[in-house]
């Protein structure tokens, strides 16, 4: 079975809320501290999945995701 890369981030927020979001890891272990500044943070809309979706084709989703995003940046 090949190996999917996931990472997880956690945001908590001031009011106690927090999220997990889950994707495809945006910081490597062998990234350098001044490469791997955050400068914008971007939501998605809400999706509704599938309940037990499996992870290659929920993966599959986040990468067409990131696809539709990238063009839209300013």
Do not use: Y
Request: proline share 5%; aromatic share 4%; glycine share 8%.
């Amino acid at each position: 079975m090949k190996a999917i890369p996931l990472q997880l981030l956690t945001v908590i927020m001031e009011n106690g809320q927090q999220g997990i979001f889950v994707g495809v890891p945006m910081v490597a272990e062998d990234v350098k501290d001044d490469t791997s500044q955050i400068s914008e943070v971007w939501f998605s809309s809400v999706r509704d999945i599938p309940h037990g979706l499996p992870v290659a084709e929920l993966m599959e989703l986040v990468q067409a995701q990131l696809c539709r995003g990238q063009g839209k940046m300013h």
